[in-house]
């Protein structure tokens, strides 16, 4: 089953069989299904985003619906992610929810009364910036940054750099918070991250990392979208240990990371040998490989 017929199985059947109908090209493009309550449901291709079952109106059912279909009919086995707004669903495919905080005290422990869902569309990409990639390979895989804004396909691309660094023989540790990178199912990664890379998944990143650092000895150790001080600090950490890092985060480009605090001291302190810049060109992405000075 492809990644885009899993989301599609999240919804209600009426709207499963609609987006199953659709030309292909439109399907294999699909990055995300955006469902609104009280409006048509529409699909992010990378360039736009379109409404192309304009005769049906979402409803607050049909959000609860693919709540209960991306849980197993069971949400309060998935509290953990609920309280990071979102649900990891077999296959790597990710369900975003917009809704009514449920708070204790000041921590956001759920989501109810569900207004929005967003079901993100993996997509494995056999290769991706393939001159950046081979410029890195030559380089025997220096600790490398992948930037770019939201949904430009960072996670892709660091997954394909983990696969390759790993089937060059070095060993590959992921600190998989999200469940994204590897998509880990029963102890298996449903996507091809190499022969040498070992996953932790479901924890917070700082704490995967030390984990990974004291048990499994890696090469490589990478981590998807570093966005916390103490995502920060385990990368730090971690570089004090001798260990390259692949890492990812958002920002336009290097001039935009500069100007904030939290990824500032990434760039000062110099755990990065080379950032590579992700940027849309219409519909295309195109890379930047930049070599930082030491």
Same mark, same amino acid.
């Given at each position: 089953?492809?990644?885009?017929?899993?989301? !599609?199985?999240?919804?209600?059947? /009426? %709207? =499963? #069989?609609?987006?199953?109908?659709?030309?292909?090209? $439109? &399907?294999?493009?699909? @990055?995300?299904?955006?469902?609104?309550?009280?409006?048509?449901?529409?699909?992010?291709?990378?360039?736009?985003?379109?409404?192309?079952?304009?005769?049906?109106?979402?409803?607050?059912?049909?959000?609860?619906?693919?709540?209960?279909?991306?849980?197993?009919?069971?949400?309060?086995?998935?509290?953990?992610?609920?309280?990071?707004?979102?649900?990891?669903?077999?296959?790597?495919?990710?369900?975003?929810?917009?809704?009514? !905080?449920?708070?204790?005290?000041? /921590? %956001? =422990? #759920?989501?109810?009364?569900?207004?929005?869902?967003? $079901? &993100?569309?993996?997509? @494995?990409?056999?290769?991706?910036?393939?001159?950046?990639?081979?410029?890195?390979?030559?380089?025997?895989?220096?600790?490398?940054?992948?930037?770019?804004?939201?949904?430009?396909?960072?996670?892709?691309?660091?997954?394909?750099?983990?696969?390759?660094?790993?089937?060059?023989?070095?060993?590959?540790?992921?600190?998989?918070?999200?469940?994204?990178?590897?998509?880990?199912?029963?102890?298996?990664?449903?996507?091809?991250?190499?022969?040498?890379?070992?996953?932790?998944?479901?924890?917070?990143?700082?704490?995967?990392?030390?984990?990974?650092?004291?048990?499994?000895?890696?090469?490589?150790?990478?981590?998807?979208?570093?966005?916390?001080?103490?995502?920060?600090?385990?990368?730090?950490?971690?570089?004090?240990?001798?260990?390259?890092?692949?890492?990812?985060?958002?920002?336009?480009?290097?001039?935009?990371?500069?100007?904030?605090?939290?990824?500032?001291?990434?760039?000062?302190?110099?755990?990065?040998?080379?950032?590579?810049?992700?940027?849309?060109?219409?519909?295309?992405?195109?890379?930047?490989?930049?070599?930082?000075?030491?």
């Amino acid at each position: 089953m492809t990644s885009f017929n899993q989301a !599609a199985a999240l919804l209600p059947l /009426r %709207l =499963c #069989g609609e987006l199953l109908i659709l030309p292909e090209e $439109i &399907r294999n493009a699909a @990055e995300e299904i955006r469902l609104r309550a009280g409006q048509a449901i529409s699909l992010n291709t990378g360039n736009s985003e379109e409404n192309f079952v304009s005769d049906y109106t979402v409803s607050s059912e049909d959000l609860q619906t693919v709540l209960e279909k991306a849980t197993g009919a069971s949400v309060h086995s998935v509290e953990s992610s609920l309280s990071a707004g979102y649900i990891a669903v077999k296959g790597g495919l990710r369900v975003g929810l917009c809704g009514t !905080a449920i708070m204790k005290g000041d /921590r %956001l =422990c #759920g989501v109810r009364r569900l207004s929005s869902v967003s $079901i &993100r569309i993996p997509h @494995e990409a056999q290769s991706c910036a393939e001159a950046e990639a081979e410029a890195l390979e030559k380089a025997n895989f220096p600790s490398t940054l992948i930037i770019s804004p939201p949904g430009y396909g960072k996670t892709t691309c660091m997954r394909y750099l983990i696969r390759r660094a790993s089937d060059c023989g070095f060993r590959v540790s992921v600190a998989d918070e999200r469940g994204e990178l590897a998509a880990v199912w029963e102890g298996q990664a449903q996507f091809n991250v190499g022969r040498h890379t070992d996953v932790f998944t479901s924890a917070p990143k700082a704490e995967a990392a030390k984990l990974l650092l004291r048990a499994m000895n890696p090469d490589i150790l990478a981590m998807d979208e570093i966005s916390a001080a103490d995502d920060v600090r385990a990368v730090c950490d971690a570089a004090g240990c001798g260990v390259r890092l692949f890492a990812t985060a958002h920002a336009r480009d290097l001039e935009d990371m500069l100007k904030r605090p939290i990824y500032s001291e990434l760039i000062n302190e110099k755990i990065f040998d080379r950032v590579l810049t992700i940027r849309k060109v219409g519909a295309k992405r195109k890379y930047e490989l930049k070599e930082l000075l030491k």
